[in-house]
């Protein structure tokens, strides 16, 4: 009964979660083009001026990813997929070396006590290095020492997955009850068998929730990483290049950064996708 009833519960999750979705899509709209029509019609231009150089008409934005985004080019969403494609390459990779250093360092600083107060200072200290001063450096290291570009981006985005990871790596291999642990010892178990049978298992909730930050940090850094390479391919080049267009046409930024946050929601969603397609494992591993 209990796993019909599971069957039968996931796609009216999913239903409900796009309904949740385009709910809040259509609460955006109304808000973004009630605000127009309120401070056109009040002639009010504070915060934010509703003029169309400014803040264009959402159905302006979509209309922008169906036009050509130079004359007798292809279309903007075509360029922007494609761009799109490529930044998550750059960012799937940084998230796996972020992802494997993190989880790395997590286990040793569970094990080692030493370590942990060695190294846990610096590791926090990382995070306090504002991204944009990293990025320059890394690409130019990059290059000199003969790393593809696309590799130094991925890189600087590493820089931002990894953090999550680690701490919590440590909030959940050290989740399990002493008594666990204990028990475990009480038939020899190898440290390296408590850590894969018993501490790794219950840390899995623990290091999805920092694998979904990190996969949206990942695209940040990729984003980021793009601007000083000089990437033409990227989703970041096209932000800075619409940005200084933003006077002469708004919409094009706006369309891009929709993109940009697309991108980001489908990285996240792979990520919750495989987290569940592991619960659902262990399920029937159990049963």
């Known amino acids: 009964m209990s796993e019909s009833t599971g069957k039968t519960s996931s796609p009216s999750k999913v239903v409900r979660g796009g309904l949740a979705m385009l709910a809040v899509i259509v609460a955006l709209v109304i808000l973004w083009e009630g605000y127009k029509f309120i401070w056109t019609t009040l002639e009010w231009t504070e915060p934010v001026n509703p003029s169309d150089r400014i803040l264009p008409h959402t159905w302006t934005i ?45 286990v040793l600083f569970v094990r080692s006590r030493t370590a942990e107060r060695a190294f ?31 590799l130094t981006v991925s890189i600087i985005a590493a820089y931002l997955t990894f953090f999550p990871v680690v701490i919590n790596t440590m909030r959940g291999l050290r989740s399990p009850q002493p008594t666990a642990v ?18 790794v298992p219950a840390a899995m909730p623990y290091i999805f929730t920092a694998l979904k930050v990190s996969a949206a940090a990942s695209v940040i850094g990729a984003l980021v990483g793009e601007l000083p390479a000089g990437f033409r391919g990227g989703l970041g080049r096209d932000l800075l290049q ?30 919750t996708l495989a987290e569940h397609r592991l619960v659902a494992a262990k399920r029937r591993q159990s049963t």
Do not use: C, H
Not at 62 to 86: D, S, T
Not at 247 to 267: D, E, N, R
């Open 62 to 106: 979509v209309g922008a990813l169906f036009q050509p985004a130079q004359r007798n080019g292809p279309i903007l969403l075509f360029v922007e997929l494609r761009a799109a494609m490529f930044t998550l390459r750059e960012a799937l990779v940084g998230f796996l070396i972020g992802g494997s250093i993190g989880f790395g360092l997590g």
């Open 120 to 150: 846990m200072p610096y590791v926090v200290g990382s995070q306090t290095v504002p991204i944009l001063a990293i990025a320059p450096m890394v690409v130019i290291w990059g290059g000199k020492l003969d790393i593809p570009q696309w």
């Open 242 to 271: 619409f940005s200084q267009q933003f006077t002469a046409a708004p919409q094009k930024l706006f369309a891009s950064v929709i993109v940009a946050g697309l991108a980001g929601m489908v990285f996240v969603g792979a990520v």
């Open 182 to 199: 204990e028990l475990m010892r009480s038939y020899a178990s190898s440290p390296r068998e408590i850590l894969w049978k018993l501490q």
